[in-house]
C-alpha cells in the first residue's frame, strides 16, 4: 500500500536525478547538434531546448502524459510510440518508462509495465491522485534540466550558465504544463525539425557519450 505524502515530495523524488531511470545516459539528439556545431554556448543551447519544449517533444510528452492521466493508458501508450520520430527516440522512452514503472512499482504497490515514460507517469501520478498541473510542470522542468545537464558536459558551458537556462524556463513549463493538461491528442504536432533529425542521426555518430 502506498504511503500518502505530500505531492510535491512525491513528484521531486520522481523526478531527482538519483531516480534509476537512467535520465543522465540521455542526450535527446543534442549530442549530435553539439558535433555538428548547432550548439556552441548557453545562448544557443536555450534556444535548442525552447523549441523542443514548444514545438517538439517537449510538448508531445506533455499532451500524452496528460491522456494518460485522463484515459486508457495502454492505448496512449501505442499513439506515443507510433508518433515519436526515431528509433532512438523510442528507445529513450521505452527504457526510461521501463525503468520507472519498476521502481515506481516497488515504492508504490501499482502495476505499471510496458509503458513509455511520459505515459507511466502520467498513468502513475493518476493512480497517487497527484496533481496533474504540477506533475507536467516537473515532468518538463526535469527535462530542462536533463538537456541542460548535457551541455554542461559537452559544450562546454558552466553550472551558473546552467542553472540559470533551468530557472527562465520554469514559466514556460507551467504554461504548456496549462496547455496540455486536457490531454487532448489533437494538439499533438511536432515543428522541432532539426532536433528530430539530430536524435535520427546520433545513431552513427563515431564517438558517442550518450546512448541518444
Not at 75 to 85: G, L, S, V
Request: include cysteine; glycine fraction near 6%; aromatic fraction near 8%.
Amino acid at each position: 500500500m502506498a504511503m500518502r505524502t505530500d505531492p510535491v515530495l512525491t513528484l521531486a523524488q520522481w523526478f531527482s536525478p538519483s531516480f534509476p531511470i537512467g535520465a543522465f545516459a540521455y542526450s535527446h539528439g543534442l549530442e549530435q547538434a553539439i558535433a555538428d556545431g548547432r550548439i556552441v554556448d548557453a545562448a544557443t543551447l536555450s534556444d535548442w531546448i525552447e523549441t523542443v519544449l514548444r514545438q517538439g517533444s517537449g510538448h508531445n510528452d506533455a499532451v500524452f502524459l496528460a491522456a494518460a492521466y485522463h484515459g486508457d493508458a495502454v492505448q496512449i501508450d501505442a499513439y506515443a510510440r507510433a508518433f515519436m520520430a526515431s528509433k532512438e527516440r523510442v528507445m529513450e522512452a521505452d527504457l526510461q518508462g521501463d525503468a520507472f514503472c519498476k521502481i515506481t512499482t516497488s515504492l508504490t504497490g501499482y502495476d505499471l509495465r510496458g509503458l513509455t515514460y511520459p505515459v507511466a507517469v502520467g498513468r502513475a501520478a493518476c493512480l497517487a491522485d497527484l496533481p496533474l498541473h504540477l506533475t507536467i510542470s516537473m515532468y518538463l522542468q526535469a527535462l530542462v534540466s536533463s538537456l541542460v545537464s548535457v551541455g554542461v558536459r559537452l559544450i562546454p558551458i558552466g553550472q551558473t550558465e546552467g542553472h540559470q537556462i533551468i530557472a527562465t524556463f520554469a514559466p514556460l513549463c507551467s504554461q504548456i504544463a496549462e496547455i496540455a493538461k486536457a490531454g487532448d491528442l489533437a494538439t499533438l504536432t511536432s515543428t522541432a525539425f532539426l532536433s528530430d533529425i539530430a536524435a535520427m542521426r546520433h545513431e552513427t555518430l563515431t564517438t558517442r557519450v550518450f546512448r541518444t
